[in-house]
């Protein structure tokens, strides 16, 4: 059992012990740009979290899903909808990309991003062959509700003759997709980050990818309101609905680093043997507020 895909409550601090991960670059000494890939949660108080987010830089011809069709043309990203698992994804990157970069951003702290934290990492990637940003992360708690972008053309970050144009998008609640895999019956024992003790344990929906409809109001995620904690992390969703008016999700960044003074990954390597689910160790901020 991988034990980043499953976010229920019991299991996020030991999830995080096993923060070792992998990020496979392709791009060689001499072409590679160096690249910080920053992704920040930007829910309110007691909103939803973010599973540790996939990106991916390719050639533009990596498709993550369409609208009103199902997953099941779209090896890897069920897994990562219902229980934030990028293990599969990541192979199938791999496989259709091989000269893409990708890594899992996942903070030092419990995997999942909670509302006011950030992620960065650092990456090399080669403009010739790698202009165009995709991304990926499971909205939680919920059954099966995702931020991703379906369309592989829309995030370019080098032009045509190599001129770096970077990033810096916000995903808003009305851009949550319903992965259209499992019922969203919002039940603890089968919602991920509520009460899942195990992966792909919802209601098979059979559907396809459609515009979340929300979370059930007055239903099991909204509700919450446990006092408690597990590291530092409140277990209180009230603020979770994104169909809010003026909802802010996440922000992505990507920003071309020109003095690096961090470790930047070996091109062409793997890092950290112990590979659990595809997680890359990455800093863990918290946003300063005023």
Do not use: C
Request: aromatic share 8%; no cysteine.
């Amino acid at each position: 059992m991988n034990m980043f895909a499953i976010f229920s409550r019991q299991q996020v601090a030991t999830a995080a012990v096993l923060g070792l991960g992998a990020v496979t670059t392709m791009a060689t000494a001499a072409s590679a740009a160096t690249l910080r890939v920053t992704v920040e949660n930007l829910a309110p108080i007691n909103g939803g979290f973010l599973t540790p987010a996939w990106v991916g830089f390719h050639d533009g011809t990596f498709d993550l899903y369409n609208r009103n069709e199902s997953l099941d043309g779209f090896p890897g990203l069920e897994s990562l909808v219902e229980d934030g698992d990028t293990t599969e994804l990541t192979n199938a990157f791999a496989a259709e990309e091989p000269a893409g970069v990708q890594a899992t951003l996942l903070s030092d702290g419990p995997p999942p991003l909670e509302p006011g934290e950030l992620t960065s990492f650092l990456l090399d990637v080669d403009p010739a062959t790698n202009q165009y940003f995709s991304y990926a992360s499971m909205v939680i708690p919920s059954n099966d509700a995702f931020i991703a972008n379906g369309n592989p053309l829309a995030h370019e970050i080098f032009d045509d003759a190599g001129n770096f144009l970077g990033a810096d998008f916000v995903v808003l609640g009305s851009e949550v997709l319903d992965g259209g895999t499992e019922v969203n019956d919002e039940l603890p024992f089968s919602t991920a980050f509520l009460g899942q003790a195990a992966p792909n344990t919802g209601t098979d929906e059979n559907g396809v990818v459609t515009e979340h409809p929300g979370l059930i109001p007055g239903g099991p995620i909204l509700s919450t309101t446990d006092s408690s904690a597990l590291n530092g992390l409140p277990l209180n969703f009230t603020g979770a609905d994104f169909t809010a008016p003026d909802y802010q999700v996440a922000r992505f960044r990507v920003e071309l680093v020109e003095d690096v003074v961090e470790d930047v990954p070996e091109p062409g390597s793997i890092l950290g043997l112990m590979a659990v689910g595809g997680f890359v160790a990455a800093s863990r901020k918290r946003k300063q507020t005023a």
